[in-house]
């Protein structure tokens, strides 16, 4: 019924007539107000190991073997799958490779044709690789230098999944959100000798051998599209699923406010429910028996502390931590838990102050730590789901037996929701649309042209 009804709309949409509560469209500035979009370098560096004690690479057909800084031809590769070996000593790269062997401050591995796909391990990727050692260790760094169209393809099927073509504009919209989070953040990693990590802590991105041919189309079709907000790329966060309502990112972490980052209901929608309503991350509950959780906050709890004193804003952000019992007690040595208390909630629900009190006293943890501090028995997933959630304590006389928490969503919940979105796609609603809503007031702009390799 839902299927047909989104059919339906999807038409009314090419027919190009006015749905129900329609959305502002947002308008494509090539050449805004801002002036043309920024232009970005022809290759982004994803780093994809780091600290290794021994890197093999190859490629899937002819290749060189170049020396990183002077750019001289080191070996000439003839066939498929010649192996070159990388160490690091000292500060070298020493490279092998059957009877030749050199070394050189860093090594790139480059396709002779630029479609060759260069592999390391179970991955192939598009573009080149560069092994340098480690800025932040004794080991070796390795670095896909790519162009950021293909990156996207190798990003997009991890971050959303794969999806029918109903749902198209979903990857449209999450291939426009990871396209403007690596402009904002491109070269955010300089320090570690590349631009972006290839894991949760940026973005998720597996090269080329998986790509998916719908995620590939989605990323096409809105080539070179970011989001701007006051002249800049905004910072284009997105989760899986919002629980209902979008987080305020200044509620959450300790970040500034960002205009088009605010707290926003996810819906009503057609049957008058949250678009993520469906999601099997929309309810969940978490339990543990005191002493589990008491195990966990003996690690958590010190660590939260070490988290809130590395940085001036977070210890701002944050207010006070700790509230010890007596003059004895030491805020690392938590002891018995007491209590768990909810002391104060975000505009969208979310626990804003959770008071955490035990044998040495009382502990504030806010926000989004409030799943760092909490994670799941199991340990899967590594942090709670969310940071929407009740609290269910059940006692045996004064003493608490076990804690529960109900929550909702999954994901800290700013800016787009993923769950949301594919059933935004899914009623009818075009890309543009989709990242109006849950990245209100940001204009769609071209990028200047990058280079393709
Ligand atoms: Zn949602």
Redesign the pocket.
């Known amino acids: 019924m839902r299927r047909i009804s989104a059919l339906i709309l999807a038409f009314a949409v090419l027919a190009g007539c006015a749905g129900p509560k329609r959305l502002p469209p947002i308008v494509v500035e090539p050449e805004g107000p801002m002036g043309p979009g920024r232009a970005v370098p022809d290759l982004l560096g994803v780093g994809l190991l780091e600290n290794e004690l021994g890197v093999e690479i190859y490629a899937e057909g002819p290749a060189e073997v170049i020396d990183g800084h002077t750019g001289r031809t080191l070996l000439h590769l003839r066939q498929a799958g010649q192996r070159v070996a990388c160490q690091r000593d000292g500060d070298t790269v020493v490279w092998r490779q059957e009877g030749h062997s050199g070394r050189a401050a860093s090594v790139v591995l480059r396709p002779v044709d630029a479609g060759t796909r260069v592999s390391q391990g179970d991955f192939e990727y598009r573009g080149d690789f560069l092994v340098i050692c480690s800025p932040v260790g004794r080991g070796l760094t390795l670095v896909n230098n790519v162009d950021l169209e293909s990156y996207l393809k190798g990003v997009v099927p991890w971050e959303i999944g794969r999806h029918p073509a109903e749902r198209l504009a979903a990857l449209q919209a999450q291939a426009v959100a990871a396209r403007t989070y690596t402009v904002s953040h491109w070269g955010a990693r300089r320090n570690r000798g590349f631009d972006v990590f290839a894991s949760v802590m940026d973005q998720v991105y597996k090269g080329s051998a998986d790509e998916d041919e719908m995620c590939n189309r989605a990323v096409d079709s809105t080539a070179g599209l970011v989001m701007k907000e006051g002249g800049r790329e905004i910072e284009a966060y997105y989760s899986a699923?919002?629980?209902?309502?979008?987080s305020n990112i200044r509620e959450v972490w300790a970040r500034g406010a960002r205009p088009y980052l605010g707290a926003r209901e996810?819906?009503p929608d057609q049957s008058g429910q949250?678009?993520?309503?469906e999601?099997r991350y929309?309810h969940w509950r978490e339990s543990w028996a005191v002493g589990q959780l008491e195990e966990i906050l003996h690690r958590t709890l010190p660590e939260f502390l070490d988290w809130v004193a590395a940085s001036p804003a977070r210890a701002k952000w944050n207010g006070p931590v700790f509230s010890p019992r007596d003059g004895s007690s030491d805020a690392r040595q938590p002891g018995r838990l007491w209590n768990l208390e909810i002391l104060s909630r975000t505009t969208s629900g979310r626990v804003g102050n959770l008071a955490i009190s035990t044998d040495a006293g009382v502990y504030h943890v806010r926000g989004d730590r409030t799943r760092w501090v909490m994670p799941p028995a199991s340990g899967n997933p590594f942090i709670l789901r969310s940071a929407n959630f009740d609290l269910e304590l059940e006692r045996d006389g004064t003493r608490l037996k076990r804690i529960a928490t109900r929550g909702q969503?999954f994901g800290h919940?700013i800016g787009l929701?993923?769950?949301?979105?594919l059933?935004r796609a899914s009623q009818g609603q075009d890309f543009a649309e989709i990242l109006a809503h849950y990245y209100a007031g940001a204009a769609l702009t071209k990028l200047a042209a990058g280079g393709k390799r």
Request: charged fraction near 10%; proline fraction near 0%.
């Open positions: 699923c919002c629980g209902g309502s979008s996810d819906g949250a678009y993520c309503a999601s929309y969503g919940g929701c993923q769950t949301g979105a059933e």
